[in-house]
């Protein structure tokens, strides 16, 4: 199943109005929102490797909405009684949490920070996440950590990848 959105009325604002400070690649996905393409569609319209990011930014801040689901045999179908959950949201917090799993997630921000953006560029990011004593801490730096990622031309290419790995342990 493919989840499709619609702009909001907020949407329609800021497409008239520019007054939510969005970039213009996050502009640019929120023009493409129609309420009939899938995120599948649009992946392939807009080649926007951090789309999923961009969605899940763009649903946070009400710019957009879930409105239904397409299925395999191409029918839309209603949104299921249950909500579902936002697309960049995190998994449960481990009960009781994971040190190794901290510490990998420390350590692949460390690696891909310094893989993408150099040795010793936003070494505050690292900084925070090596300070982070919980999994909530810890995944209070993701958004700056993404963002440093995709001001690279390679980090672009391989954001939703690198999002993906990040967020199976964090």
Known sequence: MSVIFAKTQSGQDELTGR??????RQRRVLIMVDGKRTVDELRDMLHADDLQHTLGL??????????????EDGAVGPMPDEPLPSITA?????????PKEMELARNFIQNTLKTFCGPFA???IVEAAHA??????LRQQFDPWFNAI????????????????LLKVI
């Open 122 to 124: 936003y070494l505050h």
């Open 132 to 137: 982070a004593k919980t999994h909530e801490a």
């Open 58 to 71: 763009l649903e946070e801040s009400g710019f957009i909405e879930v409105i239904g689901m397409r299925g």
């Open 150 to 165: 995709v001001l690279t031309r390679e980090g672009r290419r391989r954001a939703e990848e690198l999002r993906a790995m």
């Open 90 to 98: 995190f998994r449960p917090v481990p009960q009781p949490p994971d």
């Open 19 to 24: 007054a939510g400070g969005l970039t213009p």
